[in-house]
């Protein structure tokens, strides 16, 4: 069975960091590889979009320069690096397999509070 399953979120205070994983089994084909985040009441939204190999990276203009994606083909696993966390990057994270997305992990909260 295809699935992916995130971990590493929690409760951390404003300009701390936190690193997000993403493990992936049941399918030996690489993907491009994103992670998208939803607030209570907002739209879920792209946060970044890393390449099938690692090499190539999409961010949004509010956590360029804090969040980096990255992956590990050889462990099934992709990760998000956040720092300098922000009270608005309080969200549910997911990560996503294809582009568009054709499957979702279960996600993960981070809370970013004082």
């Known amino acids: 069975q295809v699935q992916l399953v995130e971990s590493g979120g929690g409760l951390v205070e404003p300009g701390g960091s936190l690193t997000l994983s993403c493990a992936a089994s049941?399918?030996?084909?690489?993907?491009?590889m994103s992670w998208y985040r939803q607030a209570p009441a907002k739209e879920r939204e792209l946060v970044a979009q890393?390449?099938?190999?690692?090499?190539?990276?999409y961010y949004i203009t509010s956590v360029k320069g804090r969040f980096t994606g990255s992956r590990d083909n050889a462990k099934n696993t992709v990760y998000l690096q956040m720092v300098s966390l922000k009270p608005e990057d309080t969200a549910v994270y997911y990560c996503?397999?294809?582009?568009?997305?054709?499957?979702w992990g279960q996600g993960t909260q981070v809370t970013v509070s004082s």
């Open positions: 996503a397999l294809g582009v568009p997305p054709m499957l």
């Open positions: 049941g399918f030996t084909n690489l993907y491009a």
């Open positions: 890393i390449s099938t190999d690692g090499t190539s990276s």
